[in-house]
């Protein structure tokens, strides 16, 4: 399967600061990424998806201007939480879909625990 | 997004049980997506799934595409310590190449 890489792996910042997390596809060239949310004890929340090349499209209830999204290459999206805010510590986790005619996997990166204080 | 509905959401088990998880959804799903997410971890891909019916192993992991398209099931025989972890369920439907996760099962594994 695809490997996925996020960086960095946990980042504390002050609240009102932004924050860049990087999700990189090593061996595979992702045309689409997916930027998920988890809160603890609790499952992965789908945000959005990355479009290589345009714009990203997010899940209702998802700030867009609150988490921009850059997919500039076919193997790095980046997600920017901006002005953050406690209540935005959370582990963020993006994948990479893997699709033929015949099926789709989807791979994870190791995740971002982001830390607003 | 989906909602999936996954149980039970905990289960504590003697080493050497099985283990028995699933997952309903209200809508048809095309790909069903097993995962097992340690603490601090992305999710890990256990067992993918693709047609109704279905029946993949992966080892001591089983699991099911349900019939109906709209269930799936994960089992895991003679259990030991280091399954212990969060189960999720993921399903994809529609066109749309993206997935939508259950609500996850803590499993628990007393040596």
């Known amino acids: 399967g695809a490997v996925v890489s996020q960086h960095p792996s946990r980042v504390i910042c002050k609240s009102g600061t932004s924050v860049k997390i990087e999700c990189r596809s090593l061996?595979?060239?992702?045309?689409?990424m997916f930027w998920y949310r988890q809160f603890p004890k609790q499952s992965l929340m789908l945000m959005a998806t990355?479009?290589?090349?345009?714009?990203?499209?997010?899940e209702q209830g998802v700030e867009k201007d609150k988490f921009l999204i850059n997919h500039a290459s076919l193997t790095l999206s980046t997600l920017t939480v901006t002005s953050a805010h406690p209540e935005d510590s959370s582990f963020y986790i993006c994948?990479?879909?893997?699709?033929?005619?015949?099926?789709?996997?989807?791979?994870f990166g190791q995740g971002t625990r982001l830390t607003v204080v | 997004g989906q909602q999936l509905n996954q149980s039970p959401q905990s289960m504590f088990i003697q080493e050497g049980e099985d283990v028995s998880m699933n997952c309903t959804s209200s809508s048809i799903f095309n790909t069903w997506l097993w995962y097992k997410q340690d603490p601090g971890e992305g999710p890990v891909l256990l067992i993918a799934l693709y047609k109704a019916g279905e029946l993949t192993s992966n080892g001591r992991l089983t699991a099911q595409f349900g019939i109906t398209r709209k269930d799936s099931f994960l089992n895991i025989s003679a259990s030991i310590p280091s399954d212990v972890g969060i189960y999720f369920c993921?399903?994809?439907?529609?066109?749309?190449?993206?997935?939508?996760f259950g609500s996850g099962t803590k499993l628990n594994v007393k040596p």
């Open positions: 061996d595979f060239q992702a045309t689409t």
């Open positions: 990355s479009n290589e090349g345009s714009k990203a499209t997010y």
């Open positions: 993921a399903g994809q439907y529609g066109n749309f190449n993206k997935f939508y």
């Open positions: 994948s990479v879909s893997q699709a033929d005619r015949v099926a789709t996997e989807a791979f």
